[in-house]
């Protein structure tokens, strides 16, 4: 049985919000104030795909930027390594919250069943986090910038 479940936020994690695509006839519209655009990456082109996507904080914006940008400027990117894959660690945990842990809350899955998952949850964000800070932790400057890349093209 579908029904219409309306998001809440949750109040001890900021709420992420799904993104969604804008439509050609949309973008045209012009904007009343102009935005920086960033440089476009392969990937930027809007996709006939499906997707799921999430916005996250202002402030996890804020900081993801900040690292993704201190990286690329970096003549040494490599010293930034750790930074990166906190973030990655950091917005992967907020996407898990919210395609999971906030759907079995809103869904009054019962007391038992949510502290399940949120244990279950909390085991593997441990274990990835090991994982993605060790394969960042090794890697040269050429996937260090793919990797912005990435992070870069999915905050469109």
Same mark, same amino acid.
Do not use: C, W
């Given at each position: 049985?579908?029904?219409?479940?309306?998001?809440?936020?949750?109040?001890?994690?900021?709420?992420?919000t799904?993104?969604?695509?804008?439509?050609?006839?949309?973008?045209?519209k012009?904007?009343?104030?102009?935005?920086?655009q960033?440089?476009?990456?392969?990937?930027?082109?809007?996709?006939?795909?499906?997707?799921?996507?999430?916005?996250?904080?202002?402030a996890?914006?804020?900081?993801?930027?900040?690292?993704l940008?201190? &990286?690329?400027?970096?003549?040494?990117p490599d010293?930034?390594r750790?930074?990166?894959?906190?973030?990655?660690?950091?917005?992967?945990? +907020?996407g898990?919250?919210?395609?999971?842990? +906030?759907? &079995?809350?809103? +869904?009054?899955? %019962?007391?038992? /069943?949510?502290?399940?998952a949120?244990?279950?949850?909390? %085991?593997?964000q441990?274990?990835? %986090? %090991?994982?993605?800070?060790? /394969? /960042?932790?090794?890697?040269?400057?050429?996937? &260090? &910038?793919?990797?912005c890349?990435?992070?870069?093209s999915?905050?469109?």
């Open positions: 049985m579908v029904s219409s479940i309306k998001r809440k936020s949750v109040a001890s994690v900021e709420a992420p799904v993104k969604r695509r804008v439509t050609a006839a949309a973008a045209e012009p904007s009343k104030q102009p935005k920086a960033p440089k476009e990456q392969p990937g930027d082109q809007p996709s006939d795909q499906p997707f799921l996507r999430f916005t996250h904080s202002q996890l914006r804020k900081q993801t930027l900040k690292v940008l201190a &990286l690329e400027q970096s003549d040494a010293e930034h750790a930074d990166l894959a906190d973030i990655v660690v950091t917005l992967m945990s +907020a898990m919250d919210f395609y999971f842990l +906030a759907p &079995l809350k809103q +869904a009054k899955a %019962g007391f038992v /069943i949510q502290q399940s949120n244990l279950g949850m909390v %085991g593997v441990q274990l990835m %986090g %090991g994982v993605i800070r060790n /394969i /960042i932790g090794r890697m040269e400057r050429p996937a &260090l &910038l793919s990797v890349g990435s992070i870069r999915m905050m469109l």
